[in-house]
């Protein structure tokens, strides 16, 4: 490979601004490529051309809605606003040049631990910045500000991996492609990019910044760990596999499918629309945050209960000596029943089951004691935030693997 090297086409100028010229793929060395986005960041004022490319990406930007609009509208303002970031910061050398050089997918749906990614051009294959719509956490659209990072995001690594010499002779890759494509350089020129961005409107200030995820990362990945083991979406994915068969394509438009041949094809086509187990299983299961709240439920519960069950007996026990008093005789048994239970319950570990128990008896001989409603009633209460919650934690246990 080395003979083929050709470093006349490794280190030119960026183009000037002002000109003509479009960048040319793979033509760059690092410091040429950052120094258009320092020169913007650098200058106090901007000039008159600049000045109009920042109001007509704002007048854009605020009239998108990608929450609210169709995933059509969603796409072509997209579209707009990245054609709007190329043309500003890269000389429109993505979109605008002899070829374009990326096209956009927005897509209506969510993906797996994603929210967009880029794919470098081939020599068959245009170059593609890929969209989410949807959060992989809620399952609901994404706000405009959070679609605009991932875009900024995805447009620094396609500057970077398109522009970019790769030249051997410097043997620098790693500058971009350490840490997954997120190299000094992607890191520098993304920086340059929101912070630049930021100041062009204060409804611009969140670019660059993710919401944090309302589910913790570790909680998203074992609860699709653990889906993954039901056997009724492991049966339907592997179904699709047909790695034995290789579908082919019919080489004459009048003759028909075999039926299995079709019905396999069918299951290949399926297989590449989701790609990997995972995606498939995200399409098929309530989202993470569904079953986040659910978990968060229960562990609330959890200490409730146990809280109640001790006030409760702490209670019933205050009750029956107050009763004795009261009454000067027939409690003394019911005390003593009390006073066993409570200890009991208030200095075992208490499993819920025990608990249930516990508190079943309870009700139980208090209803024929002649110990005081409010005694009865704090005891049935703690009955029943009991039974929630054993019927929670079943619920919960169905759910979500951590919960032991
Ligand atoms: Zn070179
Ligand atoms: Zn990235």
């Known amino acids: 490979m080395a003979?083929?090297?050709?470093?006349?086409?490794?280190?030119?100028?960026?183009?000037?601004?002002?000109?003509?010229?479009?960048?040319?793929?793979?033509?760059?060395?690092?410091?040429?490529?950052?120094?258009?986005?320092?020169?913007?960041?650098?200058?106090?004022?901007?000039?008159?051309?600049?000045?109009?490319?920042i109001y007509e990406f704002v007048t854009d930007y605020v009239?998108?809605?990608?929450?609210?609009?169709?995933?059509?509208?969603?796409?072509?303002?997209i579209e707009v606003l990245l054609v709007r970031i190329d043309d500003y910061f890269f000389k429109g050398g993505l979109t605008q040049g002899p070829i374009r050089l990326i096209r956009l997918r927005v897509l209506d749906e969510s993906r797996y631990l994603l929210n967009g990614f880029y794919l470098p051009p081939t020599?068959?294959?245009?170059?593609?910045?890929?969209?989410?719509?949807?959060?992989?956490?809620?399952?609901?659209?994404?706000a405009t500000s959070d679609i605009l990072t991932t875009l900024v995001h995805e447009l620094a690594h396609a500057y970077c991996g398109i522009f970019f010499n790769f030249c051997p002779v410097n043997n620098?890759?790693?500058?971009?492609?350490?840490?997954?494509?997120?190299?000094?350089?992607?890191?520098?020129?993304?920086?340059?990019?929101?912070?630049?961005?930021?100041?062009?409107?204060?409804?611009?200030?969140?670019v660059g910044i993710r919401t944090?995820?309302?589910?913790?990362?570790?909680?998203?990945?074992?609860?699709?760990?653990?889906?993954?083991?039901?056997?009724?979406?492991?049966?339907?994915?592997?179904?699709?596999?047909?790695?034995?068969?290789?579908?082919?394509?019919?080489?004459?438009?009048?003759?028909?499918?075999?039926?299995a041949r079709k019905e396999m094809f069918k299951r290949a086509l399926l297989r590449m629309t989701f790609e990997?187990?995972?995606?498939?299983?995200?399409?098929?299961?309530?989202?993470?945050?569904?079953?986040?709240?659910?978990?968060?439920a229960y562990k609330y519960l959890e200490v409730l209960t146990r809280g109640v069950?001790?006030?409760?007996?702490?209670?019933?026990?205050?009750?029956?000596?107050?009763?004795?008093?009261?009454?000067t005789s027939g409690l003394r048994q019911d005390t003593?029943?009390?006073?066993?239970?409570?200890k009991r319950v208030a200095s075992s570990e208490l499993s819920v089951s025990e608990a249930l128990v516990q508190a079943a008896i309870l009700t139980d001989s208090f209803s024929r004691s002649s110990l005081p409603k409010s005694a009865q009633l704090v005891i049935s209460i703690s009955f029943l935030l009991s039974v929630s919650f054993i019927a929670l934690k079943a619920l919960t246990q169905a759910l979500i693997p951590f919960s032991a």
């Open 309 to 327: 069950i001790v006030a409760s007996t702490f209670l019933s026990v205050v009750a029956a000596i107050w009763g004795f008093w009261q009454t």
């Open 172 to 206: 620098n890759r790693d500058i971009v492609m350490a840490n997954g494509g997120h190299g000094i350089l992607w890191q520098q020129v993304y920086q340059a990019m929101y912070t630049h961005m930021r100041t062009w409107d204060p409804r611009l200030a969140r």
């Open 276 to 296: 990997g187990y995972p995606h498939f299983l995200s399409t098929r299961v309530i989202t993470p945050l569904v079953a986040y709240r659910l978990y968060r």
């Open 123 to 142: 020599q068959y294959y245009t170059g593609r910045i890929v969209i989410y719509l949807r959060d992989y956490i809620s399952g609901r659209r994404r």
């Open 3 to 53: 003979d083929r090297n050709d470093c006349t086409t490794h280190h030119l100028d960026f183009p000037d601004p002002e000109g003509a010229e479009f960048p040319q793929p793979r033509a760059y060395d690092a410091e040429e490529l950052l120094q258009p986005l320092t020169d913007i960041l650098d200058s106090a004022s901007l000039n008159a051309r600049q000045k109009g490319s």
């Open 63 to 77: 009239i998108a809605d990608t929450g609210k609009m169709t995933a059509q509208e969603a796409r072509d303002i």
């Open 212 to 259: 944090p995820p309302a589910v913790p990362f570790p909680f998203v990945r074992s609860y699709y760990d653990f889906m993954s083991l039901n056997p009724r979406f492991r049966n339907a994915w592997d179904v699709t596999d047909l790695e034995p068969w290789e579908p082919r394509l019919l080489p004459n438009p009048r003759w028909h499918w075999r039926p």
């Open 336 to 342: 003593l029943i009390v006073w066993d239970l409570g």
